[in-house]
């Protein structure tokens, strides 16, 4: 019993002023009392045993949680440092791809020529080019490397050097099968070009394609669009491949547009497609003004249909005017 109750349980025994119903009734609460406070005293025991516990389990869960701190801290580092690396690596390819662009347009008296290009975030590896012989004939090139990066910047420097080795002098069948025939050799794998190269000399155009998309011309005569296709591989995925020459006159106030696969295949928000169709409608709503006009109608036309959404391919496209 509590040493201070065992104080009051002896005074009250050798009180002779308590009846005896009085004396137990209090020696029962007494030891009621002592009860109470044996069970309050193991409780309190119990729960600083508890405390202790819980003090030990929280020192470790915050250690535990320290090192997970610092393992995640170096981690993000590791992220950090491999995000820097592929960026620099992207914004190198995009260096590289812009590098291999002409300079300037070809000034023609008989032609107005404005050109188009947007990369992507990640880079693609669109590409255009121009050639003007001594007789005036000039040649024009667009194309689409597969694949991204650094091999999308490296299929299109080789397809540059091709180009501005002279090869584009000849005529296209030629330049196209010795081309691909090329690049094919190399064994690049899946690394192929899709490629559109037309030579306009006085009224006459000739053109080939490669894997690239139609080649739209606008005829101020009947104010109506062309839809030309021609079915050919990408330079680089066979050789001898047999590809189709198409000639056509051309005629003043025609105008024609050369165009990678980015501007139809834009998204908008609900993941929409711009499209081919949209492509023509809107060069036939512009194809009265100046070439420049052109491009900017198209672009003003891509962003409104986009609406913020950030394209996840290159956007290039190149517009002559006859004059």
């Known amino acids: ?26 020696l029962n609460s007494l030891k009621d009392a002592d009860k109470e406070l044996m069970i309050t005293a193991f409780k309190l025991e119990r729960t600083e045993k508890v405390k202790k516990t ?14 997970k701190r610092k393992a995640v ?81 490296i299929i299109v420097s080789m397809v540059k050097a091709l180009f501005s080795s002279g090869e584009s002098g000849p005529d ?39 894997g690239m998309p139609p080649l739209f011309i606008y005829r101020k005569d009947s104010n109506s669009v062309e839809e030309i296709i021609l079915s050919g591989m990408p330079l680089g995925a066979l050789k001898n491949f047999p590809y189709e020459i198409k000639d056509l006159e051309i005629s003043s106030g025609d105008t024609i547009i050369l165009l990678s696969d980015g501007l139809p295949e834009l998204k908008n928000k609900n993941n929409e497609q711009y499209g081919y169709a949209r492509v023509k409608d809107e060069f036939k709503s512009a194809a009265e003004k100046r070439s420049s006009e052109i491009v900017e109608h198209l672009k003003e036309s891509a962003s409104q249909w986009m609406n913020g959404v950030e394209p996840d391919d290159d956007v290039t496209f190149v517009v002559i005017k006859v004059n």
């Open 73 to 153: 801290e170096e981690q993000a580092k590791i992220i950090q440092l491999e995000h820097d690396r592929k960026t620099k690596e992207l914004e190198e390819a995009r260096q590289l791809q812009i590098s291999m662009l002409p300079k300037e347009l070809p000034q023609l008296p008989n032609l107005d020529i404005a050109v188009y290009m947007k990369t992507a975030t990640e880079v693609g590896g669109d590409y255009y080019d121009f050639n003007v012989d001594a007789d005036g004939t000039l040649t024009v090139a667009i194309g689409d490397a597969t694949g991204h990066g650094m091999k999308a910047g």
């Open 1 to 26: 019993m509590n040493q201070n109750l065992q104080n009051i349980q002896d005074i009250i025994q050798q009180s002779e002023t308590l009846t005896d119903e009085q004396r137990n009734s209090v």
């Open 172 to 210: 296209i069948k030629t330049f196209f099968n010795q081309s691909s025939d090329t690049l094919k050799g190399i064994e690049l794998g899946r690394l192929m070009m899709g490629f559109m190269m037309l030579k306009i000399k006085s009224n006459k155009l000739e053109f080939a394609n490669a």
């Open 54 to 67: 819980t003090a030990i389990l929280l020192e470790e869960t915050i250690e535990e949680l320290e090192q």
